[in-house]
């Protein structure tokens, strides 16, 4: 059901409390965090969305500390067009953003004005639209990833049907997916619902990740690496440059004719020709490099993006686009990265074979010369296949999942680490507790920050428990059970103004077990990297 919503002035005066109560709280290891909540009536405080995959509805719950966590109540499957819910995102002015892949659009969620969460719209966007992005320049705007036609036999693998399939277009009919840029409106008197801003084609099939270049002397710039193309397309994200804003301005050809001699069967090495400088219009050479995983360091001001089949980091310089750097992880167990909050390490991630071996960490320490890699021996660790994992915001706090892979020997856990430890020499990952989760299929994992960016809360998805767990990230106890919708997968926690204070993680679909599957082929963790598959 798709429909636009006029605000009232009372609609509007109400949220307008319930922004100016948020508060700025603090805490320590040692004491027992406290759910900050708002003023206003309508306003419950912190909340998690549920998407339940079992009959494809959003389940909110009240998340209010040790106890007392409920539900508030569930949008049903027909609001979304009877389509499987997708990833999840919110921005500046609270608005929450929801991916509908098989129907083409986004979904517009208002949580704070009624007593519980409405939804408002469903934008059209491009063709099968699967992870969002908060801009990290303009928290009031968010880019959704079109990954374009999927359907079997397709002629059109990879293509936006809805905006970049156009025969008139120089160089004839364009191949490749797209962005869909959104702005998420405002809260208040007369105010009207998020709206679509425009899309942008780019040229390249495969799935879609994207990290933002920003600071003091560094252009405004949006990175969208594809994988089937191997390349990453950057566009204008300045407004101040007119003539080129949110327009593709440039890509960067990621081929590596010596990389490329070194893939097996069934990869057919290509030879190289760096196409970097081609014509905005002409599409590239597929290359067999597979980025999968991008991401923005604010500490050395360069791109990071992870190409798997080569088994290498590039560092990208964002005015210049060359790599100035390559980590080689080929004689590492490592497949997937994140990076700190401070942009100072890159978390690697991996498994060894046999799986009793288990789940691998280690980072880049990219603020010390020479950047080197230090490698972690958990113990603990032994026999999981690793899971979706995140940071808090002020980077004390690491969570990873065990990922219940089916030659797993140790499931359903959730690691809970200090990671104030990085910046000690060496640096260390030091486990503050192993987490027993109920045996389930397939967990997801997001975090309730606030203050200053400390975590308050984890909260898990538990899918075949049909359950989320709210778990006190003080002594990294259970607190409470929640009952929630059939088959819970990816989770998101909201509470009012934390994008705008910097202090939210951010969720991405994880869900799915070695009994159950994903909500979408494509299964990334909250830094854009893929789960191990079960």
Same mark, same amino acid.
């Given at each position: 059901?798709?429909?636009?919503?006029?605000?009232?002035?009372?609609? $509007?005066?109400?949220?307008?409390?319930?922004?100016?109560?948020?508060? @700025?709280?603090?805490?320590?290891?040692?004491?027992?965090?406290?759910?900050?909540?708002?003023?206003?009536? $309508?306003?419950?405080?912190?909340?998690?969305?549920?998407?339940?995959?079992?009959?494809?509805?959003?389940?909110?719950?009240?998340?209010?500390?040790?106890?007392?966590?409920?539900?508030?109540?569930?949008?049903?499957?027909?609001?979304?067009?009877?389509?499987?819910?997708?990833?999840?995102?919110?921005?500046?002015?609270?608005?929450?953003?929801? %991916?509908?892949?098989?129907?083409?659009?986004?979904?517009?969620?208002?949580?704070?004005?009624?007593?519980?969460?409405?939804?408002? !719209?469903?934008?059209?966007?491009?063709?099968?639209?699967?992870?969002?992005?908060?801009?990290?320049?303009?928290?009031?705007?968010?880019?959704?990833?079109?990954?374009?036609?999927? &359907?079997?036999?397709?002629?059109?693998?990879?293509?936006?049907?809805? @905006?970049? %399939?156009?025969?008139?277009?120089?160089?004839?009919?364009?191949?490749?997916?797209?962005?869909?840029?959104?702005?998420?409106?405002?809260?208040?008197?007369?105010?009207?619902?998020?709206?679509?801003?425009?899309?942008?084609?780019?040229?390249?099939?495969?799935?879609?990740?994207?990290?933002?270049?920003?600071?003091?002397?560094?252009?405004?710039?949006?990175?969208?690496?594809?994988?089937?193309?191997?390349?990453? *397309?950057?566009?204008? %994200?300045?407004?101040?440059?007119?003539?080129?804003?949110?327009?593709?301005?440039?890509?960067?050809?990621?081929?590596?004719?010596?990389?490329? *001699?070194?893939?097996?069967?069934?990869?057919?090495?290509?030879?190289?020709?760096?196409?970097?400088?081609?014509?905005?219009?002409? /599409?590239?050479?597929?290359?067999?490099?597979?980025?999968?995983?991008?991401?923005?360091?604010?500490?050395?001001?360069?791109?990071?993006?992870?190409?798997?089949?080569?088994?290498?980091? =590039?560092?990208?310089?964002?005015?210049?686009?060359?790599?100035?750097?390559?980590?080689?992880?080929? !004689?590492?167990?490592?497949?997937?990265?994140?990076?700190?909050?401070?942009?100072?390490?890159?978390?690697?991630?991996?498994?060894?074979?046999?799986?009793?071996?288990?789940?691998?960490?280690?980072?880049?320490?990219?603020?010390?010369?020479?950047? /080197?890699?230090?490698?972690?021996?958990?113990?603990?660790?032994?026999?999981?296949?690793?899971?979706?994992?995140?940071?808090?915001?002020?980077?004390?706090?690491?969570?990873?999942?065990?990922?219940?892979?089916?030659?797993?020997?140790?499931?359903?856990?959730?690691?809970?680490?200090? &990671?104030?430890?990085?910046?000690?020499?060496?640096?260390?990952?030091?486990?503050?507790?192993?987490?027993?989760?109920?045996?389930?299929?397939?967990?997801?994992?997001?975090?309730?920050?606030?203050? *200053?960016?400390?975590?308050?809360?984890?909260?898990?998805?538990?899918?075949?428990?049909?359950?989320?767990?709210?778990?006190? *990230?003080?002594?990294?106890?259970?607190?409470?059970?929640?009952?929630?919708?059939?088959?819970?997968?990816?989770?998101?926690?909201?509470?009012?103004?934390? $994008?705008?204070?910097?202090?939210?993680?951010?969720?991405?679909?994880?869900?799915?077990?070695?009994?159950?599957?994903?909500?979408? /082929?494509?299964?990334?963790?909250?830094?854009?990297?893929?789960?191990? =598959?079960?």
């Amino acid at each position: 059901m798709t429909h636009t919503t006029v605000m009232s002035g009372a609609r $509007a005066a109400m949220l307008g409390l319930a922004l100016i109560s948020l508060v @700025n709280c603090s805490g320590s290891d040692d004491t027992t965090p406290q759910v900050t909540s708002g003023g206003s009536a $309508a306003l419950q405080g912190p909340m998690v969305f549920v998407n339940n995959t079992g009959d494809k509805t959003l389940t909110s719950v009240s998340l209010k500390g040790d106890s007392g966590n409920a539900v508030l109540g569930t949008i049903p499957s027909a609001e979304f067009e009877n389509v499987a819910l997708g990833d999840m995102q919110f921005s500046d002015e609270n608005w929450v953003f929801m %991916n509908l892949g098989a129907a083409n659009k986004v979904a517009t969620i208002d949580p704070l004005t009624g007593a519980v969460p409405v939804h408002e !719209a469903n934008l059209a966007t491009g063709t099968r639209p699967v992870h969002m992005y908060r801009d990290s320049t303009n928290g009031e705007i968010i880019w959704s990833m079109n990954d374009g036609d999927n &359907a079997a036999g397709t002629s059109t693998p990879g293509d936006d049907l809805i @905006n970049c %399939n156009n025969p008139a277009r120089v160089g004839g009919p364009v191949v490749g997916g797209s962005v869909t840029i959104l702005h998420n409106s405002h809260l208040g008197p007369g105010g009207n619902p998020p709206t679509v801003e425009g899309t942008v084609c780019i040229l390249a099939d495969g799935h879609k990740v994207t990290a933002f270049s920003s600071g003091a002397g560094v252009p405004k710039k949006v990175f969208t690496s594809s994988t089937t193309a191997g390349e990453i *397309a950057v566009i204008d %994200n300045d407004p101040a440059n007119v003539a080129t804003f949110r327009k593709l301005i440039g890509r960067k050809d990621l081929c590596d004719t010596a990389k490329e *001699a070194t893939l097996v069967a069934p990869l057919v090495p290509v030879v190289c020709n760096d196409e970097s400088g081609t014509s905005l219009t002409t /599409p590239f050479t597929v290359n067999n490099s597979s980025p999968h995983g991008i991401r923005w360091s604010k500490l050395t001001k360069k791109v990071y993006s992870i190409q798997q089949n080569y088994k290498e980091i =590039a560092e990208i310089d964002p005015t210049t686009l060359a790599i100035t750097n390559r980590f080689d992880l080929s !004689a590492t167990p490592y497949t997937g990265y994140g990076i700190s909050p401070d942009g100072r390490f890159l978390l690697l991630r991996g498994d060894t074979t046999p799986i009793p071996t288990g789940t691998k960490l280690g980072v880049i320490d990219l603020g010390t010369l020479g950047t /080197p890699r230090k490698d972690f021996t958990i113990a603990e660790l032994a026999g999981t296949s690793p899971g979706g994992f995140k940071f808090s915001p002020d980077g004390k706090r690491f969570y990873i999942l065990a990922g219940n892979a089916a030659t797993a020997t140790k499931k359903d856990r959730l690691f809970a680490f200090n &990671a104030s430890t990085l910046t000690a020499t060496p640096p260390a990952l030091t486990l503050l507790k192993e987490i027993s989760l109920v045996a389930t299929g397939g967990h997801s994992l997001d975090v309730l920050a606030q203050g *200053a960016g400390e975590a308050k809360y984890m909260v898990v998805s538990n899918s075949t428990d049909n359950s989320i767990s709210i778990i006190n *990230a003080a002594d990294n106890l259970e607190k409470q059970k929640v009952i929630v919708g059939p088959s819970p997968g990816g989770v998101l926690v909201f509470s009012a103004g934390a $994008a705008a204070a910097g202090n939210q993680a951010t969720a991405s679909v994880t869900s799915g077990g070695a009994t159950e599957s994903s909500l979408l /082929p494509e299964r990334l963790d909250d830094h854009g990297m893929p789960e191990v =598959a079960e």
